[in-house]
């Protein structure tokens, strides 16, 4: 037997005992099945279900850069320029209670260095017509121009129900009213200085509004009403809009018992505007709004007669009127992205006059 029969009988011995067979295929594991991110459409465009789940997931926001004009604005400047950017995220989901609603907004803005920052703005939870959280109150709402002074930036804690029957709403809030305003009680006061004693108290208790709503064909109603338990004043707002010709004709008036977390620009008011539709993209809005019996911000001094900040005396209102008026102009330049630009003539008894707005590029997502 020689060398190479022998090499070919051990392979066929080896290869035997092993079963080894030299053309052996390499299986390879069975993929995982990928899901894809389903739209979803139930509650509106850019929802889509978060993968595994039932739930709908929206994002959304805005990057927006702004310059703000009137006298001393800014300090000593007359203008003001700052970016702020917003971030959504909204999340519901059908259940057998209604739809199950989670809402958080993040905002940011930058202006000089040192004065910027991240902060929740909005995070609230929604059931049916619970909603809890802080969010906007509907004092909060406007004409949709920018020379009414009809709201009052109310963003609160709160606790509110809302029935919505689709062409009529009812509903009832109860907010925290924490650092509302600054309110200042005079206790004394010498004309020919400026000077008095006073104690001063920022709103920190409870408040409750109530508002109801009707649409009425290509008319809108809205009527509230908020009572500010610290204060014990409260306010009645009347908004109403319609559909005349080219444009939008809004109506409002406000009134309040006193200054309070509400409304405390005057004892009350009347606005009115018209948004022309010029143009698809094109959008020109003319207002004007009158205040009787306007309230009274005064400068808070410390001990050395060193200000320290500002506050509006409470309880009572000046005899002093005022009256506005101005043009807002909205134009979309492309999809996402608009520009809004607003000037305003405010002319206030006992004070000079000044003209004031802002200047305003948008890139919504």
């Given at each position: 037997?020689?060398?190479?029969?022998?090499?070919i009988g051990s392979a066929a011995a080896l290869a035997a005992v092993t079963g080894a067979q030299a053309a052996d295929a390499i299986v390879a594991a069975e993929p995982e099945p990928l899901e894809y991110v389903r739209v979803c459409d139930a509650f509106g465009t850019g929802f889509f279900y978060i993968p595994g789940t039932e739930t709908c997931l929206k994002f959304s926001g805005y990057v927006r850069f702004q310059t703000d004009f009137g006298r001393d604005r800014s300090g000593t400047s007359d203008w003001d320029s700052f970016t702020r950017a917003q971030f959504n995220v909204d999340t519901r989901t059908d259940t057998e209670l209604g739809a199950l609603r989670g809402f958080i907004e993040f905002r940011g803005n930058a202006d000089r260095d040192g004065d910027s920052g991240l902060n929740i703005q909005q995070a609230f939870i929604e059931l049916g017509g619970l909603k809890v959280g802080k969010f906007y109150s509907w004092w909060d709402d406007s004409l949709s121009g920018e020379t009414d002074d009809i709201n009052n930036q109310a963003l609160f804690n709160s606790i509110r129900y809302t029935y919505d029957a689709g062409s009529f709403w009812v509903g009832a809030s109860v907010d925290e009213l924490e650092g509302t305003n600054e309110f200042v009680n005079i206790t004394s006061f010498d004309p020919a200085t400026g000077i008095g004693t006073f104690t001063t108290e920022s709103?920190?208790?409870?408040?409750?509004?109530?508002?109801?709503?009707?649409?009425?064909?290509?008319a809108s109603?809205?009527?509230i009403g908020g009572y500010d338990v610290d204060q014990e004043e409260g306010a009645v707002r009347l908004i109403a809009t319609a559909d005349i010709g080219p444009g939008t004709l809004g109506l409002a008036g406000v009134w309040a018992s006193g200054p309070n977390a509400y409304y405390a620009?005057?004892?009350?008011?009347?606005?009115a505007e018209y948004?022309?539709?010029?143009?698809?993209?094109?959008?020109?809005?003319?207002?004007?709004?009158?205040?009787?019996n306007i309230s009274q911000e005064?400068?808070?001094?410390?001990?050395?007669?060193?200000?320290?900040?500002?506050?509006?005396?409470?309880?009572?209102?000046?005899?002093?009127?005022?009256?506005?008026?101005?043009?807002?102009?909205d134009y979309k330049i492309t999809d996402g992205l608009t520009t809004k630009m607003t000037v305003n003539y405010i002319d206030a008894d006992?004070?000079?006059d000044q003209v004031t707005g802002f200047v305003r590029l948008q890139r919504t997502f």
């Open positions: 037997m020689n060398i190479k029969s022998l090499l709103d920190n208790n409870v408040g409750i509004a109530l508002g109801m709503g009707a649409k009425l064909g290509a109603l809205q009527l620009q005057a004892e009350w008011a009347v606005a948004a022309i539709k010029a143009t698809e993209r094109l959008t020109i809005t003319p207002g004007a709004q009158y205040y009787k005064v400068t808070v001094l410390d001990a050395g007669l060193d200000p320290i900040g500002t506050g509006i005396v409470s309880n009572d209102w000046t005899n002093d009127d005022a009256w506005k008026a101005g043009v807002t102009v006992n004070a000079d």
